[in-house]
């Protein structure tokens, strides 16, 4: 492979590293991707591209990292602990085994998918990349640290965080999206709404990957460690994203409120309910990303239309009652 246009991606059996993996690859870069079970992986993966070249590691395994960045120019850290569980003790390691190897390949580029939690949603509205970071859930300290972890390895090994709403689009099955408002595999019967306020932030992650590559390609234009963050479809009111569902079914199944306060309730239980609950604020409150650095580097931030996106997001995970894949009960 060609160092100067190699990328190893972690996560690439995920939504969002698989989104980037095949962005990587439409834009002619060579791609490997680590996955614990390379042929499972193989199996999965539904881009309109071709695979990767899949190497068997583990993120958790340092040396397996390394040995699988050795020669790539850039490495995307878009990976998350299996169902999201044992943040405290994998995330912050995860990520030093991956700065490790990009130091070890000669001072690969990094780049990181940031998140809004981040902030503290009841004091930020709109958050710009030098907006003082004051979480107070614990994913969102974690992700801080994440951040923090890269800015201070930034003399060897330079860095880019693509910070974005929550994710729609193809592939992404972990997401409010496909955990909420629709089920995968199953017609629209009814939309459990988790908005609970005006002023939500959302990403299609093939307009988020495309973003993604576009800035790699200006790493004359990049500091060492650079911020950036990608608008999206920010829901002013709340009701687009359900309207835009409504437009691509051509009908308005009913919409349930999403139980927050149950989550409340159960959240001392630990599990689900306590995830949901520490998100919450996120979707109460108003937050925008400022894309104004994009903008400087690129110009202009990719964009599909949002009923265009819905519909194709609906189509990937046949949700539509037409689709030969949908399951009708």
């Known amino acids: 492979m060609n160092s100067e246009q190699t990328a ?25 991707a ?11 993966w539904a881009y309109a591209t071709p695979a990767p070249q899949w190497v068997q590691g583990d993120a958790m395994q340092a040396e397996q990292v390394r040995d699988a960045a050795a020669g790539v120019r850039l490495i995307v850290h878009a990976v998350n602990p299996p169902r999201y569980l044992h943040w405290e003790t994998t995330v912050l390691p995860m990520m030093a085994n991956t700065i490790a190897a990009a130091r070890a390949a000669g001072g690969a580029r990094i780049v990181l998918p940031g998140t809004i939690y ?28 994440l951040e923090r972890m890269l800015e201070r390895a930034a003399a060897e090994v330079p860095s880019l965080i693509v ?20 089920r995968p595999g199953r017609p629209v019967r009814y939309l459990l709404d ?8 959302w990403a299609y992650l093939p307009d988020l990957a495309e973003a993604i590559v576009r ?17 999206g479809y ?24 999403f139980p927050w306060w149950l989550m409340r309730a159960l959240s001392p239980l630990g599990g689900f309910p306590r995830e949901a609950a520490e998100i919450g604020p996120y979707w109460r409150h108003p937050m925008r990303l400022d894309n104004r650095r994009l903008l400087e580097l690129l110009g202009a931030e990719p964009r599909t239309p ?15 009652d037409a689709s030969p894949h949908c399951k009708t009960a």
């Open 215 to 231: 800035l790699v390609g200006r790493e004359d234009r990049l500091q060492a460690f650079e911020r950036v963050h990608f608008e």
């Open 34 to 44: 680590l996955a614990r079970d390379p042929r499972k992986a193989g199996e999965g």
């Open 234 to 257: 920010y829901d002013a009111d709340g009701r687009g994203m359900v309207e835009a569902l409504h437009r691509v079914l051509g009908r308005k199944p009913p919409r349930w409120r």
């Open 118 to 145: 981040n902030y503290d949603p009841t004091q930020v509205s709109v958050a710009a990349p030098d907006t003082p970071q004051r979480p107070t859930s614990r994913k969102g300290k974690i992700r801080v640290e």
């Open 306 to 320: 949002l009923q265009a996106s819905v519909g194709e997001t609906l189509s990937a995970l046949a949700c539509l």
């Open 8 to 32: 190893l991606v972690l996560g690439a059996s995920g939504g969002v590293g698989g989104a980037i993996a095949a962005a990587l690859i439409r834009a002619g870069w060579s791609v490997k």
């Open 194 to 201: 988790p908005a609970a306020g005006p002023g939500h932030s």
């Open 163 to 182: 910070r974005a709403g929550d994710f729609y689009g193809p592939g992404a099955h972990t997401s409010w999206f496909t955990q909420a408002l629709v």
